[in-house]
Every structure is written in structure tokens, then in C-alpha cells.
């Protein structure tokens, strides 16, 4: 069901059961450690109250500057260089908004908050959060059965884990409060909302370069997609090629004549014309787009690793190297300023950008997919073509909505290792 335009699309799920309260200590000794987890508790709920009441001012004066009602969210989304640390202020805590923007730009915004918190509760303290955070966690991650839980709960465990490195004060704040559950779903909804702002401000950026970065002339949002060949020839995957020039193509595909799907491998991942395995995620729209986000749109054209004097993304959330969920994050980015759609959501017709997100996570599934592309933006985007992960390294993809048969990506790859084979049997 697609995702309402005011709706996260890291939403939250129905809460669990409320747990007992804390039992009495028996032991006076106690007391001092009763106390200071108190302490924390108040402390962090402070602090979540008054990051609320910050978003909320925020957003009550965004909506009396915006008196365009046209306006989408990525036009009225404010852009902010502000420098951030990995570090938690003593003095103001943590700052879960500002956690949220750091998330997206270092793993994507297809991450799903609240059971990863859940599960971090589940994996510091004695809190029995296991049968509802099960079901978030299938959830979230798409799993198709339980016989996949094992696979995925290491996933999300890696992410927690994650977070907790990444953000030094989070693990604090979060078990402070793990036995108030609208605490934590708080928590998750001002992470949630960083996400989305950084997503927005991103889409933004993508929107207003991506026809210069293909080098054609400037052609108004609701235009795109389908409506335009250009845009068209670089969404259609590679077998699909000889309808770009159809005049009737986007009421094709809004027929479903000619179908459109997450798990497909569109044209603007490839160099032109070199559709094959070597050339997959290699394509240069996703350098320059990757340039335009993470070190400013001035860089798009320039050399490798150049940097204005304003900080980037790149600088602002510390990014040490690229992942294929960053590659990923770039890929949806790069969809959606190609597309027709005018904002922002989740699903586009046939179109689900979390799971086209996941699916090219899976092209790092072979190991020399990643040693191919990961150094090239490395290289591009931060001047060395060395880079440190951002992220736990694990085989994220994912199997639930896969049309029936081998996909994409299966049918590339047995090409590469059918042409391999046969090189090897020539020798």
C-alpha cells in the first residue's frame, strides 16, 4: 500500500504489550544504581520532550514561510551544514534528529528504527521484547518466513550494534527508558524524522541536477519519467530500450502494459550501451549524483575528490567510505529525480523504492561487484580509492516480492560465469 506523503516511511508499528514496573530492591545497596537509573531515565525524556518541541516550533514556522500550497516536500525542505560529531554534548545530550541525517547519508533511508531499538532493548537488558520485536523485525526487513529470522535478526543486531558505536550517547538514552515504550517509540520517531529531512533535502538536490548530469536540456518535473525519452531510455532496463521513443509509453506502463518493478536493473546503472556484469553500478550519473550530494553540486563536474569550501554530506557525517547501501541510497536518488513523480513516495505506480534499494544492496553479493565500484566513488567523491565501512558488512538481500524465476541480477551474473566458462574451456 503506498505510503502516505505526510507519513514517514520509516513508520512505526503497534506497541507491545506494557511491561510490570520495575520490581523493589530487596538490597539497600541498591539504591545509589535505583537512583541514578532514575536519573537517566528523567534525563532522557527531557530530552526527547524538548527535541519534540523543537521539530514542532520548526515546523510551525516552515509552514507560515511556505505559502506555495503546491510546494513539494523536497522544495520546502531547509538545507543545514551545520558541523556535527560523533560525540553527545554532556550539556544537551543526544540529539536523535540530528542522529536520523547522519543514518541516512552513511546507510540509506530504508531503515526501519523502532525494531532496531527494540532488539538493542532485547539484547542489553532483561526486558522480553522477543515475540512482538519477531514480528517487527520480519516485518521491516521483508522476510518472506520465519525460516529466515535467524539471517535477519543478525542483520538487525549488526545494526544496532552499529548505532551504538556510531552514536556514542544512543545505547545510554535507550536502555535509560527501555521499560517505557512511548519513550522509545518517541526516540525512534525523532531518528525517523532526521531521516526523512536528510532524504528530502537530498531529493531535493537530485531534482534540480539530474538533467544536467545527463546532459540534457532542463525539462520540468511532472515532464520526466516516461513522458521523455531521455528519461525514459535511462529508467527502462536494457531489454526494455526500444520503447523510449513511444509516444504512448507512460500510459503503458500505467497499464501495466509494460511493467515496471523494484527488482529490474534500469539503464542509468550501466555505462552506455555496456549492459553487462562489468558494467553494472559503474555508470557515471551515479558518480556525479554521488558528488552532488555528499560534497555539493559545484563538484559535480570537477576532478576527483574536489571540495568546496562549504562542507558537504560527506563531511558533515564523517564518511569514511562507500557502502552498497550508500550506492543503493544514491540509485533510489537518482529514480526519482528521473521520474514523473512530483514528490516523494515510497511507491511509484509499480515502482517500490525500498525493494529496487535492497535489490542493488544484493549486486555486492558477489564479491567483485564491490571491488569494482566501491573504490570508483571512494576515489570520486573522498580523493582515495581506500575506504573504511560505515556499516557492518553482512549479505543483506532480500527474497520477498521476487517475480517468479530468476531476477536481474541472477540472469547477469549467469551470463558473466556462461562467458567465463567458456574463455576458460577456449585456454
Not at 558541523?83 to 526501519?112: A, K, V
Not at 525523532?190 to 538536490?205: E, F, K, P, V
Not at 556499516?391 to 532480500?398: D, H, L, R, V
Request: glycine share 6%; proline share 7%; charged share 20%.
Amino acid at each position: 500500500m503506498p505510503t502516505p506523503l505526510g507519513v514517514s516511511t520509516n513508520r512505526l508499528r503497534t506497541p507491545p504489550p506494557s511491561s510490570d514496573p520495575d520490581p523493589p530492591s530487596s538490597s539497600p545497596t541498591s539504591e545509589i544504581a535505583i537512583l541514578k537509573a532514575a536519573n537517566a531515565r528523567l534525563q532522557t525524556m527531557l530530552q526527547v520532550a524538548a527535541q519534540k518541541t523543537q521539530r514542532k516550533k520548526a515546523k510551525k514556522r516552515k509552514r507560515g514561510a511556505n505559502t506555495d500550497a503546491n510546494a513539494s516536500d523536497e522544495e520546502n525542505t531547509r538545507t543545514t551544514n551545520r558541523p556535527r560529531t560523533d560525540s553527545d554534548s554532556p550539556t544537551s545530550g543526544p540529539n536523535f534528529h540530528s542522529y536520523g541525517r547522519d543514518i541516512t547519508h552513511l546507510q540509506g533511508n530504508h531503515l526501519d528504527i523502532l525494531p532496531i531499538l527494540l532488539h538493542g532493548i532485547d539484547v542489553e537488558t532483561d526486558l522480553d521484547y522477543d515475540e512482538e520485536n519477531e514480528r517487527l523485525v520480519v516485518s521491516s526487513l521483508h522476510c518472506p518466513s520465519d525460516t529466515h529470522f535467524s539471517s535477519e535478526t543478525r542483520i538487525i543486531t549488526n545494526d544496532w550494534n552499529w548505532l551504538c558505536v556510531r552514536f556514542l550517547g544512543l545505547k545510554h538514552a535507550v536502555v535509560s527508558v527501555s521499560r517505557d515504550y512511548d519513550a522509545v517509540e518517541e526516540i525512534a520517531t525523532l531518528i525517523s524524522s532526521g531521516m526523512d529531512a536528510a532524504r528530502a533535502t537530498d531529493s531535493n538536490t537530485a531534482r534540480k541536477h539530474i538533467m544536467a548530469i545527463i546532459r540534457q536540456s532542463e525539462v520540468p518535473k511532472v515532464l520526466r519519467g516516461f513522458h521523455n525519452e531521455h528519461t525514459a531510455a535511462l529508467l527502462l532496463p536494457p531489454a526494455l530500450q526500444h520503447h523510449a521513443k513511444e509516444p504512448d509509453l507512460h500510459q503503458k506502463v500505467v497499464d501495466k502494459t509494460i511493467n515496471i518493478h523494484g527488482q529490474q536493473l534500469p539503464a542509468f546503472l550501466f555505462p552506455p550501451g555496456q549492459y553487462t556484469l562489468a558494467g553494472l553500478l559503474m555508470s557515471d550519473i551515479l558518480i556525479w549524483m554521488a558528488k552532488a550530494m555528499y560534497t555539493g553540486p559545484a563538484s559535480i563536474f570537477e576532478g576527483n575528490g574536489w571540495v568546496a569550501t562549504k562542507p558537504g554530506n560527506a563531511a558533515i557525517s564523517r564518511l569514511k567510505g562507500f557502502t552498497p547501501r550508500i550506492v543503493a541510497y544514491i540509485a533510489c536518488q537518482v529514480r526519482f529525480a528521473l521520474s514523473s513523480q512530483h514528490a516523494y513516495n515510497k511507491i511509484d505506480g509499480t515502482f517500490d523504492y525500498e525493494v529496487f534499494f535492497w535489490f542493488i544492496v544484493k549486486a555486492f553479493a558477489r564479491e567483485e561487484t564491490g571491488e569494482r565500484v566501491l573504490p570508483r566513488f571512494n576515489l570520486a567523491v573522498l580523493g582515495r580509492a581506500e575506504g573504511l565501512n560505515n556499516q557492518p558488512a553482512a549479505n543483506e538481500s532480500t527474497d520477498d516480492n521476487a517475480p517468479a524465476g530468476p531476477d536481474a541480477l541472477d540472469m547477469l551474473w549467469a551470463a558473466t560465469d556462461l562467458v567465463a566458462m567458456g574463455a576458460s574451456s577456449a585456454a
